[in-house]
């Protein structure tokens, strides 16, 4: 058992024992906004803009976590110190924060404390997720479309981060049944690329950028990070509504999302982009994200994945 800590509803408790209600609405109806934000030497990347997203999935959720943002930000600070004792100095971190509006009120005789809304966060060593990303900064991933489609916004919006992610599930399932690794981009029901499970996507053409236009998908932190980016390195940058089609003229195609920045993907239904391997305007991009955050993320996790396999052992032995 490790001797992480979580902040559950108030206090600091050991992370085995942070234990959702199986009556919270969270498990009821997947009603609960999360954000996950890394750290990149430590310190956290963009928390204030996870935390203005989380704010804002919580007002179209009406939800009251009863936290202000400022409040919610000093206790992510302290959960995130108060864990880093547990592992090496040099160890990055997963940041994440669940938020329901707590049990449903019919269960509430069961709750002597009253119905209060769920809040955690919890931190967890980056090491498992990017020792086992590792291998594919280098091999780039295979993107397919999965039956799946995305939902529209006019239905259910993707501007906020819920649990209610079955659509993704789908898309996951879909994509692993068209062969190993492939990872699904899920189109809108106008048949234009939406977004990943996980993910905001790119297409490279002519030397211009271009990305889904922010409708049907989730703003991306790092969305928003490689369009500034982008910008400050003169690459033209668009959004718009992009198909399949352009998706198999595209010279590059990349994913980008919080855990690895940014990947390359090598094929497209089947199809590969360019050469197969990163274009120049991704490496463009990836060496600008590095200097960004001040580390090679890729260099990390290369070491991560050679380091896991000990570091997995070291955990089953007990606490560090
Ligand atoms: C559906 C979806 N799209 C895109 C992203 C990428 O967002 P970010 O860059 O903020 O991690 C995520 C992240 O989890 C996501 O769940």
């Not at 119905?115 to 060593?125: A, G, H, M, Y």
């Amino acid at each position: 058992m490790s001797s992480r800590v979580v902040y559950f509803n108030g206090r600091f408790v050991p992370e085995a024992e942070a234990r959702v209600s199986i009556f919270d609405s969270a498990l009821m109806y997947g009603d609960m906004a999360f954000e996950m934000t890394r750290t990149y030497n430590r310190r956290p990347f963009k928390l204030r803009e996870h935390l203005d997203r989380l704010y804002a999935s919580l007002r179209l959720l009406e939800i009251d976590c009863g936290l202000t943002i400022d409040e919610m930000e000093r206790i992510t600070l302290e959960t995130l110190e108060r864990n880093r004792p547990t592992e090496s100095a040099d160890m990055d971190w997963q940041i994440m924060h669940d938020v329901s509006r707590g049990p449903l009120d019919v269960y509430r005789t069961a709750f002597a404390e009253g119905i209060r809304p769920t809040v955690s966060i919890n931190c967890w060593p980056l090491i498992t997720h990017m020792g086992g990303f590792a291998p594919k900064y280098a091999s780039g991933v295979h993107l397919v479309i999965p039956a799946q489609q995305a939902l529209p916004a006019h239905l259910v919006d993707a501007k906020a981060k819920t649990r209610s992610r079955l659509q993704y599930q789908m898309a996951l399932l879909q994509a692993a049944r068209m062969g190993a690794g492939r990872w699904p981009v899920l189109l809108d029901p106008d048949g234009f690329l939406a977004e990943g499970p996980g993910w905001n996507i790119f297409l490279v053409t002519n030397g211009e950028l271009l990305t889904p236009e922010p409708r049907n998908i989730l703003l991306g932190v790092s969305r928003a990070t490689t369009i500034e980016l982008a910008r400050e390195l003169d690459i033209p940058v668009r959004e718009t509504n992009l198909g399949r089609y352009e998706a198999l003229q595209a010279d590059e195609i990349f994913c980008t999302a919080t855990t690895y920045a940014l990947v390359h993907a090598t094929t497209f239904e089947g199809q590969m982009i360019g050469h197969g391997g990163p274009g120049p305007i991704f490496q463009r991009l990836l060496e600008a994200w590095k200097n960004r955050v001040g580390i090679d993320f890729v260099a990390q996790a290369g070491h991560y994945a050679e380091h896991l396999p000990a570091w997995e052992e070291a955990q089953a032995n007990g606490p560090n």
